[in-house]
């Protein structure tokens, strides 16, 4: 797909487009679009594939096309007519950033909470919010940008198998100084497509990632914080960070009266002596910033990352148990589609959590940030 104006443009490899002007042509048999169309358009580009690897070519391919901008359609996704005009326009304004856009599910229920996050993100949680395990605040599929940016940040990481790509192009996208801008119109039908193309990437290696771009980008103008979670995520928390990292927790907060009445979490596999204990409280008594590490979501099967490749689960003999990205990255053929949240799974905490957190009344991005 290639899109032009009065001037031709270069037709690019398969799966980014070169944006040339407002006006939309294609490649393949399909017919033309125009920002006058009233029906949605589908890309129809399937990506190429090295060492089975999905995707490899799609990413690589905006080294080889010309065109001032660049956007990726991905090829189990439905792009609506206007996509390429209004995100052109966002474009032009924000030519360091990338352009993302509001989505529609398909089936239209399948990850209700992760399209709520999607959709409703303020434009400072776009931001704020890119430590989650939902990576990039907006989403791989909707990307739009620069070219010339996108030279400047670098190509993809073709490392190999198991490199989770569209999430180290996003975190050098923010070292480089670059923003998250979202039009706030649906301009994708976001679904899944059952025999895609499938690799792994290792819930451990997309954790490490998120822990040292946490550690890189806001721990250091923090003298101390707390982590919000005395549980399993929480303690995996602390463990991952440095030392240097880790002598800044000066409690974990919980609303679980059995941590709290126990008092402290000792971190039984360290090298120092005494050993670590650091105090477990109510929330209401610990001081901010906290990092919340709180899970919210308990699935009753398992979907892939939804800003990465599909990923083969391993075990077919029954659902994984899918819980944000804390557990693994996997998921079965018949998974109803990207995201962390299928029909279905049990909101652990029933809008709890949230009310707690707004009780407190802090600034997020100062006071506290999501790492769940």
Known sequence: MSTRSSSPCTTPSPGWTSACGPSCSRTSKAPWSSRSSTTPVRTGLRPSLRDGRGGWKTRGS?????????LHPEEDDVMMPQRVRLQLEAAAQHPTSIIGCRVRREPPKSTERYTRWI???TPDQLLTQVFTSHGPTVIMPTWFCSRAWFFHVGPFDEGGQGVPEDLLFFYDHLRKGGGVVRVDQSLLLYRYLPDAA?????????????????EERVLPRWAAFTIWNAGRQGRRLYRSLTAEARRKVVAFCDVDENKIRKGFYCHE??????????PVLHFRAARPPFVICVKLVQGTGCSRPPWGPRSPCPSRAGPCGWVTAFTHSRVHPSS???GHF????KDLTGGAFED???SLHLREGQDFLHFS
């Open 336 to 338: 109803t589609g990207p």
């Open 198 to 214: 499938t690799h792994s990437v290792l819930e451990t290696t997309i954790w490490t990632h998120r822990v040292r771009f946490l």
């Open 269 to 278: 596999d360290s090298q120092e002596r005494p050993k670590p204990r650091v």
């Open 62 to 70: 905006p080294w080889s096309s010309e065109g001032t901008t660049l």
């Open 342 to 345: 299928r029909p279905g799974n």
């Open 356 to 358: 707690n957190l707004r």
């Open 119 to 121: 959709n409703q993100l």
